[in-house]
């Protein structure tokens, strides 16, 4: 994978993707939310 056989490396490219992943799922779910989160 990438040339890089070392197994703790793909660990951190999975984290990395999964990351990407949760991020833009949690973007879009988000995108005009409704919620006040100015505290006032």
Do not use: K, Q
């Amino acid at each position: 994978m990438f040339g890089i056989e070392d197994p703790g490396i793909r660990m951190a490219y999975l984290l990395a993707v999964a990351c990407l992943i949760f991020a833009v799922w949690y973007g879009l779910s988000h995108w005009n939310s409704e919620e006040d989160t100015d505290g006032e």
